[in-house]
């Protein structure tokens, strides 16, 4: 199951993903993922997995961030792709989202994963997201710490500042 560079072919797909994954008011639109998509294609990957008698790949996640100086994400960052600064210090986590019929296979893990790994290898300081209260402890797991409420207001709901220092 390879993890790749996401490509405006694939602004389908992962908008049905995203609709599938988050309430209406939360998830990303068609528009917004496609500035993403343009704004910075080398921060949104894509899960692939073949499948017996399909005789191409489906995709069957996406993660997806833009990179910036601040530790915590601010709501203008959801709505304005172009403040994505590739020289940041920090890699955001916007989205992360598994069609829901490939749920509970590590395919979550695996793109989180990369994520880490890939800014790592492109010496940024940390990784920033936003969480629900049920999700604090997931992604605990993969050494983020909660730095409490966030400012968010983001689809009207109570988010954590996740920070994993790298």
């Known amino acids: 199951m390879p993890i790749r560079t996401a490509t405006l072919k694939d602004l389908d797909r992962i908008h049905q993903i995203e609709a599938a994954s988050f309430p ?3 998830a990303a639109s068609y528009e917004r993922l496609a500035e993403r998509l343009r704004a910075f294609p080398d921060y949104f990957w894509v899960l692939e997995e073949q499948f ?4 191409e790949p489906v995709i069957t996640g996406i993660i997806n961030g833009m ?3 601040l530790d915590k994400i601010q709501d203008p960052m959801f709505e304005t792709a172009a403040l994505h600064d590739r020289s940041g210090a920090w890699q955001t986590v916007f989205g992360l989202a598994v069609d829901p019929r490939y749920r509970n296979r590590g395919y979550a893990t695996r793109l989180l994963n990369h994520l880490i790994t890939t800014s790592t290898a492109n010496g940024k300081r940390g ?3 936003t ?3 049920h999700l604090v402890h997931y992604y605990q797991k993969f050494g983020f710490t909660d730095a ?9 709901v109570l988010w954590h500042d996740m ?4």
């Open 127 to 129: 990784v920033t997201l």
């Open 148 to 156: 409490g409420i966030s400012q968010s207001q983001h689809g009207g």
């Open 163 to 166: 920070i994993l220092k790298l």
């Open 67 to 69: 990179v910036t100086n």
């Open 52 to 55: 017996q008698n399909v005789p």
């Open 24 to 26: 209406p008011e939360e």
């Open 131 to 133: 969480c629900k209260d």
